[in-house]
């Protein structure tokens, strides 16, 4: 069974950085992509980034493209988000989720997800 958990949320400063991780358990995850989602209160979930996991090919949404970096460590089975320069509009819970094939931004085609951590940037 496929488990992910999300960890490293917290309260921030505008400005400031976090780096958010997913310990992904269950399977192996070389032919899954990951990406990184949000939801601020009374939105809808959005996409943040995606990868491969064994794939150099990264994708971001425009509104985190040049302060937010994904990554993965193979050795611990882990994806990270770090996430710099941030900003009070970058307030939400973070989730993470898996999903078998191509890295997409639909959180639609997603099978697996984590329980979200919460992210609080102030002004």
């Known amino acids: 069974q496929v488990q992910l958990v999300e960890s490293g949320g917290g309260l921030v400063q505008a400005g400031g950085s976090l780096r958010l991780s997913c310990a992904a358990s269950?399977?192996?995850?070389?032919?899954?992509?990951m990406g990184w989602f949000r939801q601020a209160p009374g939105k809808e979930r959005e996409f943040v980034a995606s990868r491969r996991w064994n794939s150099g090919s990264t994708y971001y949404a425009d509104s985190v493209k040049g302060r937010f970096t994904i990554s993965r460590d193979n050795a611990k089975n882990t994806v990270y988000l770090q996430m710099n320069i941030l900003k009070p509009e970058d307030t939400a819970i973070y989730y993470c989720a898996a999903r078998s094939g191509t890295a997409v931004g639909n959180p639609r085609w997603y099978d697996y997800w984590g329980q979200g951590t919460q992210v609080t940037v102030s002004s």
């Open positions: 269950g399977r192996t995850f070389s032919s899954y992509s």
